[in-house]
């Protein structure tokens, strides 16, 4: 059995996660409207991602004799000024995230709960990658710049993403 103190913090890294999940379905609406089905598709695919970070702690919490309380999202934002703007944003909040995690392992030690730390070191593996390939896509943004045909090509890239597992995913 976890402490309260323990389950309250998982459940608000649970609401995290779901809108994480509800940010990029936004941002993936953008790209669609914005005629660059690769990086609509990509984007889909991290809301997918996302939904089952907030899953895999749901479960964590019930297999340990608490029960996850679903909060509220908040609206996500949905426009944007440039494809460039959308990965900085994604950056943006996977360096947050990055940082709440961090603080929920911090917890885990501080109240010795073993199984909590073991299973947030897969999110801490998790942020590495996630910050590193959002990086990587923003600097060869940067490179393309608003060349047409480069972007074209780009977005036909990021159309080939597939899904990746929870125990194995890369962001
Ligand atoms: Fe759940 O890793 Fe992104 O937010």
């Given at each position: 059995m976890m402490k309260d103190k323990l389950a309250l913090a998982i459940n608000e890294q649970i609401q995290a996660e779901f809108q994480s999940a509800y940010l990029y379905l936004a941002m993936s609406a953008w790209c669609a409207q914005a005629n660059l089905p690769g990086c609509?598709?990509?984007?889909?695919?991290q809301w997918q991602e996302e939904t089952m970070h907030a899953?895999?702690?749901?479960?964590?919490?019930?297999s340990r004799g608490g029960a996850a309380h679903l909060k509220a999202l908040d609206e996500p934002k949905s426009t944007y000024t440039s494809l460039v703007s959308v990965f900085e944003s994604v950056r943006e909040h996977e360096i947050y995230i990055t940082s709440r995690i961090n603080a929920l392992y911090e917890l885990a030690v501080n109240e010795k709960d073993y199984p909590l730390q073991i299973i947030l070191q897969w999110?801490?593996?998790?942020?590495v990658e996630e910050e590193a390939t959002v990086m990587e896509i923003i600097e060869r943004l940067k490179m393309v710049g608003?060349?047409?045909?480069?972007?074209?090509?780009f977005d036909r890239e990021l159309a080939t993403r597939t899904l990746q597992s929870t125990t194995s995913g890369q962001g």
């Open positions: 609509a598709h990509w984007l889909r695919l899953t895999k702690l749901f479960d964590f919490v019930h999110y801490i593996n998790e942020q608003g060349d047409g045909p480069s972007i074209y090509l």
